[in-house]
């Protein structure tokens, strides 16, 4: 089973506008990153934020980290069509150990 | 150019044939691991390597073996034993190994395996 499950599965969304998704989790971690895929593609490390952080930003990206609720959202702003792609979080320690865990992914969809 | 390459592209596969994934990566990185990707899901770990001669079994290991004899190197065989290879296969590197702090991947641009 999947430490990480991202919400929504699926986002669409205007160019311009904000995205969010969301990832919870089950239990204690060590860190926690986002990646992006666009399709038929790897995985691209985007960002990666600390259990004893609670708020991170890259660009356009904020990143937010609640572990009292176990669960963690990314919010791209001012988004644009070359954001389309699949977007996951994954999960160290905690519930796989000394594994990096994989959610299931949000398919994010901007539209021109 | 630093970064992690896979060969081939595609594969196909014909059932009861072994086929080997190649994954070389230049970023002088100690740990290397294989995912496997289903269609609309996530990564599943088949096998890591934290340093050469050295690897372990993620959670989906069963058809798959794996050797490090090469810091650079990190083939994956799907054997004829996995019952369901059709996939897409990616493999990433990381600068030290999981137990070094879960630090961020690398992956490369994946293989396709179809099973014919």
């Known amino acids: 089973s999947q430490q990480g499950e991202e919400d929504p599965q699926a986002l669409s969304i205007q160019e311009g506008e904000n995205a969010t998704m969301n990832c919870s989790y089950k239990?204690?971690?060590?860190?926690l990153q986002w990646y992006r895929q666009n399709s038929g593609r790897g995985l691209v490390h985007l960002i990666l934020?600390?259990?004893?952080?609670r708020e991170k930003h890259s660009g356009r990206l904020r990143v937010t980290l609640d572990t009292s609720k176990k669960s963690s959202s990314l919010l791209i702003t001012a988004s644009r069509a070359a954001d389309t792609a699949s977007y996951f979080c994954?999960?160290?320690?905690?519930?796989?150990?000394?594994?990096?865990?994989f959610g299931g992914g949000t398919r994010l969809m901007v539209k021109p | 150019d630093g970064g992690i390459t896979q060969s081939p592209k595609y594969l196909f596969r014909k059932e009861g044939q072994n086929v080997t994934l190649s994954c070389e990566q230049n970023?002088?990185?100690?740990?290397m691991y294989w995912y496997r990707q289903d269609p609309g899901q996530g990564l599943r770990l088949i096998y890591y390597?934290?340093?050469?001669?050295?690897?372990q079994k993620g959670d989906i290991a069963e058809g798959y073996s794996v050797s490090r004899e090469k810091k650079e190197s990190f083939p994956l065989t799907v054997t004829s034993a996995q019952k369901n290879p059709t996939a897409f296969y990616l493999c990433?590197?990381?600068?030290?190994?999981?137990?070094?702090?879960?630090?961020?991947?690398?992956f490369g641009p994946g293989t396709r395996l179809t099973v014919l």
């Open positions: 990433a590197s990381s600068i030290r190994g999981i137990a070094g702090g879960g630090n961020e991947q690398f």
């Open positions: 239990t204690s971690i060590n860190n």
């Open positions: 934020i600390r259990s004893n952080e």
């Open positions: 994954a999960t160290y320690g905690g519930y796989a150990g000394n594994m990096l865990t």
């Open positions: 970023l002088n990185h100690d740990a």
């Open positions: 390597s934290q340093i050469v001669n050295d690897f």
